[in-house]
Structures are given as structure tokens and as C-alpha cells.
Nanobody, 123 residues
Framework: VQLQASGGGLVQAGGSLRLSCAHS????????MGWFRQAPGKEREFVAA????????WYSDSVKDRFNISRDNAKNTVYLLMGSLKPEDTAAYYC?????????????????WGQGTQVTVSP
């Protein structure tokens, strides 16, 4: 399994970005997927997750009502649409594939990670 995240960039506060994560392999449609982020000097934190069918989503309190996670199982891709961006959203964003039946918000529940894509929000 390989995960390739893309779509990051520089955006002004209040703007939007859509991140994509392409999953190689034929098992994408059976896997829960998540997005995490990590700012310099901080621990990696949960952002959003979606179950394998796309019927259930989870969000951190800090992004709820601003971000939307979705997936297209035909394209083996998971998306993160980020709106009303704030400078505190600046971080490297990572997509991940869940490998354990454990807390979906914990990084330790995921066994495959993408390389990260940088999002920078200017004031």
C-alpha cells in the first residue's frame, strides 16, 4: 500500500484548499481513512476520518464545520476540503489508512501513512 497526498499550498486566511490522497492497491474500498496534521514543534493531531463506505465521518473540534472529508472508492482517493482556513491550520497534512480496530482518532490506529503535504495559511 502506498499513499500519495497532494493539494497543499499557500492560501490566505478565509480561503479554501482541497487535499487529495491517492491509495495504491485494491483494498482501498475496505479501509477506513484519516487525515492528520503536524505543525513544527507539535505532536501529530487528528483532523478527520471516514469509514470504508463513506457513511460515517469524524472531525476534531478545531475543524468541525469548516472541513469536509469524503472518498471516491472508484478512484481510490480520499479528499479533505478545507474552508474558512485560519493561520493555526498551518501544518503538514498526512493521510493514513487505518489498520487497527481502535480509537479512530489515534495515530497508533493507522499502519500506512502518506508523505504529507504542506498547508500554509497567511493572516
Amino acid at each position: 500500500v502506498q499513499l500519495q497526498a497532494s493539494g497543499g499550498g499557500l492560501v490566505q486566511a478565509g480561503g479554501s484548499l482541497r487535499l487529495s490522497c491517492a491509495h495504491s492497491g485494491r483494498t482501498f474500498s475496505t479501509a477506513d481513512m484519516g487525515w492528520f496534521r503536524q505543525a513544527p514543534g507539535k505532536e501529530r493531531e487528528f483532523v478527520a476520518a471516514i469509514n470504508w463506505r463513506g457513511s460515517t465521518t469524524w472531525y476534531s473540534d478545531s475543524v468541525k464545520d469548516r472541513f469536509n472529508i469524503s472518498r471516491d472508492n472508484a478512484k481510490n482517493t480520499v479528499y479533505l476540503l478545507m474552508g474558512s482556513l485560519k493561520p493555526e491550520d498551518t501544518a503538514a497534512y498526512y493521510c493514513a489508512r487505518r489498520g487497527k480496530i481502535a480509537d479512530i482518532k489515534e495515530p497508533s490506529s493507522y499502519n500506512y501513512w502518506g508523505q504529507g503535504t504542506q498547508v500554509t495559511v497567511s493572516p
